[in-house]
T-cell receptor
Framework: AQSVTQLDSHVSVSEGTPVLLRCNYS??????LFWYVQHPNKGLQLLLK??????LVKGINGFEAEFKKSETSFHLTKPSAHMSDAAEYFC????????????FGAGTTVTVRA | KAGVTQTPRYLIKTRGQQVTLSCSPI?????VSWYQQTPGQGLQFLFE???????NKGNFPGRFSGRQFSNSRSEMNVSTLELGDSALYLC??????????????FGPGTRLTVL
């Protein structure tokens, strides 16, 4: 069965410093991997996705993620945090074996200090 | 293109009642999926509809049901509401083909409170 583990439930960074959100996945088939962001009282917004093309994926708002099959990881990074990055982030996996149903990680809450 | 819309945005119901939530997908998207988000259980998949047929179902009781119309709009219904049904219900649409869903785009959600 597919699953996602987000290694940090909460990350706190200073504005202008790098952000790293860690995600490990389990999938028995070639997975598709996504990062979504959820601001308070909002729906989920797609940041980026990996679907077996380039292993380094660039997304919106300066975020990027690297797919590492050997480590079963898909960590999300941003070189310089902005106050508007404060939100909850979800790492998501889907694959054909599970009929493309999305499996979500528990989420990482990011706070940004001025 | 307009995004995914969900109505209503907020609902308050009492135990035992039933509720219907509505979702309008992005124009051209034929797949609609529903998710329940709670602080304790996180985001959980309810079901997916494609071309008016339920294609996938999560592990929820039969009180949770849905349907999709010919214009791809979808509704989900929860009967005999329980306190534990209080949650944010999210709808997502994708331009799915026969091979399965593509990237899913989410609506703002409907916040259901059961008293």
């Amino acid at each position: 069965a597919q699953s996602v583990t987000q290694l940090d439930s909460h990350v706190s960074v200073s504005e202008g410093t790098p952000v790293l959100l860690r995600c490990n996945y389990s999938s028995s088939y070639s997975p598709s991997l996504f990062w979504y962001v959820q601001h308070p009282n909002k729906g989920l917004q797609l940041l980026l996705k990996y679907t077996s093309a380039a292993t380094l994926v660039k997304g919106i708002n300066g975020f990027e993620a690297e797919f590492k099959k050997s480590e079963t990881s898909f960590h999300l990074t941003k070189p310089s945090a902005h106050m508007s990055d404060a939100a909850e982030y979800f790492c998501v996996v889907s694959d054909q074996v599970n009929d493309y149903k999305l499996s979500f990680g528990a989420g990482t809450t990011v706070t940004v200090r001025a | 293109k307009a995004g995914v819309t969900q109505t209503p945005r907020y609902l308050i119901k009492t135990r035992g009642q039933q509720v219907t939530l509505s979702c309008s997908p992005i124009s051209g998207h034929r797949s609609v999926s529903w998710y329940q988000q709670t602080p304790g259980q996180g985001l959980q998949f309810l079901f997916e509809y494609f071309s008016e047929t339920q294609r996938n179902k999560g592990n929820f009781p039969g009180r949770f049901s849905g349907r999709q119309f010919s214009n791809s709009r979808s509704e989900m219904n929860v009967s005999t509401l329980e306190l534990g049904d209080s949650a944010l219900y999210l709808c997502a649409s994708s331009s799915a083909g026969a091979g399965g869903p593509d990237t899913q785009y989410f609506g703002p959600g409907t916040r259901l409170t059961v008293l």
